[in-house]
Nanobody, 123 residues
């Protein structure tokens, strides 16, 4: 299984970015995909998750600003980020939990992780 993130970069506060995560090498029907982030000196935290039924959940800190989605035909996970704030600055990781029949936000439930993509928001 391989997860490869892209789309990170540097933006000013209020700007937008779309992160992508290409997922390959698995055939599980039931799964949960998630975006997590980790800022320097802080623990990894969950941002948004989506399961194989399309159900989603968002951390309070990003609710209303970020949107998680998936394109099953392209085996790609997305995170559309708008209204970015300096506190959103972090390394962003996508992760896959399989097999999984419900949403989970616990990093320990995720079997596979990407290498991360950096998002930097300046004020």
């Amino acid at each position: 299984v391989q997860l490869v993130e892209s789309g990170g970069g540097s933006v000013q506060a209020g700007g937008s970015l779309r992160l992508s995560c290409g997922v390959s090498g698995y055939t599980y029907k039931n799964y949960c995909l998630g975006w997590f982030r980790q800022a320097p000196g802080k623990e990894r935290e969950w941002v948004a998750v989506i399961d194989s039924n399309g159900r989603t959940r968002y951390a309070d800190s990003v609710k209303g600003r970020f949107t998680i989605s998936q394109d099953n035909a392209k085996n790609t996970l997305y995170l559309q980020m708008t209204g970015l704030k300096p506190e959103d600055t972090a390394m962003y990781y996508c992760a896959l939990s399989v097999p999984r029949w419900s949403l989970t936000v616990r990093p320990g439930d995720y079997n596979y992780w990407g290498q991360g993509t950096q998002v930097t928001v300046s004020s």
